[in-house]
């Protein structure tokens, strides 16, 4: 049930030397991970932006809407006559939890 185990007595500068060994070792062979959204293209559609943001395209059209109590959430470009949102938009809506509430108050898990 129980390993055997060994007692290993090593100083404390070697041990800072075998953790500082470690280290490097790890942080050699790190790759860090893609930044959230980067897998999106430059402009997405009004579709790929519903999706990635949970929500349906009737919310994502008011949310371009300025109103009363709020300026728009999410600004669109119109180009040729479509509708694109630029992506850094789009992240930087996301992380404003504030702006993405239902009715009853939760945030939404991004």
């Not at 790890?26 to 009004?46: I, K, M, V, Y």
């Amino acid at each position: 049930m129980y390993g055997t185990i060994t007692q290993i007595n090593v100083t404390p500068d070697q041990l800072t030397e075998l953790v500082r060994v470690a280290v490097r070792s790890e942080l050699a062979n790190f790759t860090p991970p893609a930044p959230a959204g980067s897998d999106l293209p430059e402009l997405l559609t009004r579709r790929q932006t519903a999706e990635h943001i949970g929500v349906s395209l009737t919310t994502l059209h008011e949310w371009a809407q300025d109103s009363d109590d709020r300026p728009a959430v999410l600004v669109p470009l119109k180009i040729n006559g479509r509708v694109r949102y630029r992506r850094a938009d789009v992240l930087a809506a996301l992380k404003e939890s504030r702006r993405f509430k239902n009715k009853a108050g939760e945030g939404r898990a991004a």
